[in-house]
């Protein structure tokens, strides 16, 4: 096992738009499937969950995306740890086509009790036998990232939720907020491939929601966004 996990995989039809590029919900698809595999691998992932009660929960993620790849484009995913403090732990992914960058991002995720929903510490088990590289991040303040909500919203849209949403931590997946997302871009006839994405997720939307609302305010070049249902804010961020 080495300290930087790498994935080689492709772009499948089931992730690809009508135009046939990867949809932004399949780019972090790609991203958490390679972080749950590298987790995994250090018993650290969703294999011990159940055992011990314990998980990590993505809180935000800067992801910068230089090109879209298109159906069949093989693609080398690479993931690292770039540390672990308290509850905290951070997460680099670099994504190429060949040998061409086309995507990078860090992450902030959170180490959770299941059953209480609280902030817990990572083990030191945990925390001592998970390797951490100290290579270059694409963003080193992820605490200080800037994640507005909309203040006057341009576009309001209702977006229904599938029973494919949620996933096994009793919670609709990070991935989905990303389909919600582009399906309200494109119904506003908003850009629906962002080159930049910062997400901050601020309380899980629960398994039972019928809808959530997209809230959608263009500004400063680029769109704020945020996520909603019955008053309560899912996730917010911009892209650009």
Do not use: C
């Amino acid at each position: 096992m080495d300290d930087k996990f790498i994935l080689n995989t492709a772009v499948d039809y089931a992730d690809v738009d009508r135009d046939e590029y990867l949809l932004l919900s399949g780019v972090f698809k790609h991203l958490q499937e390679v972080a749950i595999v590298h987790a995994n691998q250090y018993d650290t992932g969703t294999r011990v969950m159940g055992s011990r009660g314990e998980s990590w929960v993505l809180n935000r993620i800067d992801v910068a995306i230089r090109r879209y790849p298109r159906y069949e484009d093989a693609l080398r995913i690479e993931t690292w740890s770039s540390g672990v403090n308290g509850f905290r732990g951070y997460r680099e992914f670099r994504v190429f086509s060949r040998d061409e960058l086309i995507v990078s991002g860090s992450s902030l995720w959170l180490y959770v009790n299941l059953a209480t929903k609280t902030l817990v510490r990572v083990p030191d088990e945990v925390a001592t036998g998970f390797p951490t590289l100290t290579e270059p991040v694409h963003q080193s303040a992820l605490e200080r990232m800037s994640a507005p909500a909309p203040e006057k919203p341009v576009h309001l849209l209702p977006v229904t939720l599938r029973y494919a949403d949620v996933d096994a931590n009793g919670h609709v997946n990070n991935t989905a907020y990303f389909e919600y997302l582009q399906t309200a871009l494109a119904r506003s006839q908003l850009p629906a491939r962002p080159s930049s994405v910062q997400v901050k997720f601020a309380k899980e939307i629960p398994p039972d929601t019928a809808s959530v609302e997209v809230a959608l305010e263009p500004r400063d070049g680029g769109v704020v966004f945020g996520i909603r249902s019955d008053g309560v804010v899912h996730a917010q961020g911009w892209v650009r």
